[in-house]
C-alpha cells in the first residue's frame, strides 16, 4: 500500500497505509453491518498479528538453535525442527502459541475453500485452546458471516498484505504497527456506525486529553466502561514517553457489552497488557466486578445520560456517598461509583454530557453541591462540539479528586533511582480550574472534529501549572487568562449556586490591543467605504454600457 504522509487521520494523527487498507476492506464489506464487520476484519488482523509474531520468533529460534555459544545450541540439526514445535520456547517469550492449523499461511492457502469461515473458526478455537490469556475472547463468527461468497477469501488476502514482522526492534514495531492498525480501523467504524459505534469507542484526542491532565505513572488505572481500551492504550504510550515502564501500572476494566468485552480484551493482549477485565461482561451499577478496587486513576467515558440503569433497584446503595443519583439518569451514578473507586489519594477524569454541569432535576443539583463543599472537584472542562462519533449533546470533562493537599504529585523516586514523571503540587484545596476548550479543535471531517497535539497541552498545560503554580521546578506559575481558563474559590461557586459550567467563570477573551483612536479609525473606515461605493459605481456604469451595446434596455 502506497504512504500517505501528509493525510490525516478522523483522530488528528498522520495516515500510513492503513488508511488505504481500510478503504480497501470496506469495499469487500458488501451488505453487511458495520457492527458485524467490524469483528470480521478486526478478528482477522489479530490472527495475522499472532501469526507473524509466531513466525517471526521461529526464525529466531532456528538461529538460536545453530548459536554454538548460545543458550539454545542444539548441535544436531535433524533436532532443529522437532524444537521448533515446542511450545514451551515461544511462551517464554511472551509469544502466543499458534498450532499448525491455525498458522496464517495454512489459512491463506485455504482462503479460496468455500468453508474458509469453518476453518478460520477452527483455528480460533485451537489458538484460544493453547493459549489460556485467550480464552473465551476470540469472536468465532466467521462460519457464520454474511458476507458475499468469496469476499472473506478475499479480505484474507488484503489483510495478508500487513507484515507485523521484520528485523531490529521488530517485536516492538509490530505491535506499534498494529495499534496503529486497530485503533484506525475502530475509529473508522465507530464513525460509519454513528451513535451505536460511539458506544465502545472514545476518539483519541479526548482520550489523550484525560491522560495528559491526570499523568498516569503508577498503581492502578481503571475504566468502569472500558469500550474498547482506549484509555489504558492511551496511559501505556503516556509512560513510554515519558520513560516509564509499561508495568509499572495495572489495568482494571469491566464492560457490559459481551461483543466490547471481547474486544478491548483482544486490543489489550495484542500489546501483551495483562489486564484484570472482571470474570465476565457484567453491568457496572449491579455487578461490579471490582468492588474492593481502589484505584490511583480512573479514566472514563460512561454512556450519557442513560436512564435505563436500574437505579430504583440501588437507592441504599453505599457509593452514594453525596446523595442518591435519580432512577432517570446515571450520570451521578457514574461519577459516586468512580469517587466510591478512587484511592485516598487517587484522581479521576471522566467525560460526561454539559447537563451535569448545571441540572437542578431530580436532586443532581444537589448532589453536585454536596461533591464541590466536599472539594473532590478539581478542575472542569467545556468540550466543543462535534468531538463524538455517537451523539451531538454537548459534553464536559470533570476532573476529581480525594486529596487536593498536593500530596499526589510530589516528585518520587523509583527503586532503581530513576525519577518517576510525577509532578510537584501545591495546596490547591477550595479551589476549582475552570477552563473552557470551546474554541480549539479544528474539523477533520464535515461532521467530526478533533484536537491536536496543541490543543491537547494546551489544556494540559494549563491544569498543571495551577496544580503546581511554580512549584514544579520550572519557573511557570499559572495565571488566569480571559476566556479560556480561570482559579475559582468554592465560596464563588456557591454565589452561583454550584453550576460548574466553565462559560460562567472564565469570562470573556481579552480583546486585541488598539491603540488607533476612535476618531481616526472611524474617519478612515468612512473613507474607505467611499473609495469602494466609487469603484461599485463605475463598475455599475461599464455593465450598463455593454448591455446597451448589445441591445438589452438598461
Known amino acids: 500500500m502506497a504512504q500517505n504522509d501528509t493525510a490525516r487521520n478522523g483522530n488528528g494523527g498522520k495516515l500510513g497505509f492503513e488508511a488505504d487498507l481500510f478503504k480497501a476492506a470496506d469495499k469487500l464489506r458488501g451488505n453487511m453491518e458495520p457492527s458485524d464487520y467490524k469483528h470480521v476484519a478486526l478478528g482477522l488482523i489479530f490472527l495475522k498479528y499472532i ?3 509466531f513466525d517471526e520468533r521461529r526464525t529466531q529460534l532456528l538461529t538460536a538453535f545453530a548459536d554454538v555459544d548460545g543458550d539454545l545450541y542444539l548441535p544436531d540439526a535433524a533436532d532443529h525442527g522437532q524444537a521448533l514445535e515446542e511450545r514451551d520456547y515461544y511462551t517464554m517469550a511472551n509469544v502466543f502459541w499458534v498450532p499448525a492449523s491455525a498458522r496464517w499461511e495454512t489459512l491463506r492457502a485455504q482462503a479460496k475453500q468455500a468453508d474458509i469461515g469453518v476453518r478460520i473458526d477452527a483455528a480460533l478455537e485451537a489458538i484460544e485452546a493453547d493459549n489460556p490469556p485467550l480464552k473465551g475472547i476470540l469472536d468465532k463468527r466467521f462460519g457464520r458471516t454474511q458476507l458475499e461468497p468469496g469476499r472473506l477469501g478475499e479480505l484474507v488476502d488484503l489483510v495478508s498484505t500487513i507484515g507485523f514482522a521484520g528485523d531490529g526492534q521488530a517485536g516492538h514495531r509490530a505491535k506499534d504497527l498494529l495499534g496503529e492498525v486497530y485503533e484506525y480501523f475502530l475509529g473508522q467504524f465507530a464513525s460509519a456506525e454513528g451513535k451505536k459505534g460511539g458506544q465502545f469507542y472514545t476518539p483519541a484526542s479526548v482520550v489523550k486529553v484525560l491522560v495528559e491532565v491526570l499523568a498516569p505513572h503508577q498503581g492502578r488505572v481503571y475504566d468502569p466502561c472500558c469500550g474498547s481500551g482506549g484509555m ?31 474486544l478491548v480484551a483482544m486490543n489489550l493482549a495484542i500489546r501483551g497488557f495483562a489486564a484484570d477485565l472482571g470474570r465476565e461482561p457484567a453491568d457496572t451499577f449491579h455487578r461490579d466486578q471490582h468492588p474492593d478496587l481502589r484505584a490511583d486513576y480512573v479514566l472514563a467515558n460512561p454512556p450519557f445520560n442513560i436512564s435505563d440503569w436500574g437505579g430504583e433497584r440501588l437507592l441504599e446503595d453505599r457509593r452514594w456517598a453525596f446523595g442518591t443519583p435519580p432512577a432517570g439518569n446515571a450520570n451521578f451514578a457514574w ?8 484511592s485516598p489519594r487517587g484522581h479521576a477524569g471522566v467525560v460526561l454530557a454539559n447537563g451535569s454541569m448545571s441540572s437542578n432535576q431530580s436532586g443532581e443539583g444537589d448532589i453536585r453541591r454536596a461533591m464541590v463543599e466536599a472539594d473532590v472537584v478539581d478542575v472542569m472542562v467545556a468540550l466543543p462540539p462535534q468531538l463524538f462519533f455517537n451523539t451531538q449533546i454537548p459534553a464536559c470533562l470533570w476532573f476529581l479528586a480525594k486529596d487536593k493537599s498536593g500530596s499526589l504529585f510530589r516528585p518520587r523516586e523509583r527503586a532503581g533511582g530513576e525519577g518517576s514523571p510525577r509532578r510537584a503540587s501545591r495546596d490547591r ?12 479543535g479544528r474539523m477533520a471531517t464535515r461532521v467530526n472534529r478533533v484536537f491536536d497535539d496543541e490543543d491537547v497541552a494546551r489544556i494540559a498545560t494549563a491544569v498543571h501549572r495551577w496544580r503546581a503554580d511554580g512549584e514544579d521546578g520550572t519557573d511557570q506559575p499559572y495565571a488566569d487568562l480571559p476566556g479560556f481558563c480561570r482559579a475559582v474559590k468554592l465560596a464563588e461557586i456557591a454565589e452561583h449556586g454550584h453550576v460548574l459550567t466553565p462559560g460562567r467563570y472564565v469570562g470573556a477573551e481579552a480583546a486585541e490591543d488598539d491603540d488607533e483612536a476612535f476618531n481616526e479609525k472611524m474617519e478612515r473606515l468612512t473613507a474607505q467605504l467611499a473609495e469602494q461605493m466609487a469603484k461599485g459605481a463605475a463598475l455599475d456604469a461599464v455593465i450598463r454600457e455593454k448591455l446597451g451595446g448589445m441591445g438589452y434596455s438598461v
Open 51 to 53: 501469526s507473524d509474531a
Open 429 to 440: 484545596r477550595g479551589e476549582v480550574l475552570f477552563i473552557d476548550a470551546r474554541k480549539l
Open 232 to 262: 489504558f492504550v492511551q496511559s501505556e504510550k503516556f509512560i513510554e514517553v515519558h520513560g516509564g515502564r509499561a508495568d509499572d501500572i495495572s489495568i482494571y476494566g469491566q464492560e457490559a457489552n459481551p461483543t466490547t468485552w471481547r
Open 335 to 342: 461519577l459516586q461509583h468512580i469517587l466510591h473507586h478512587l
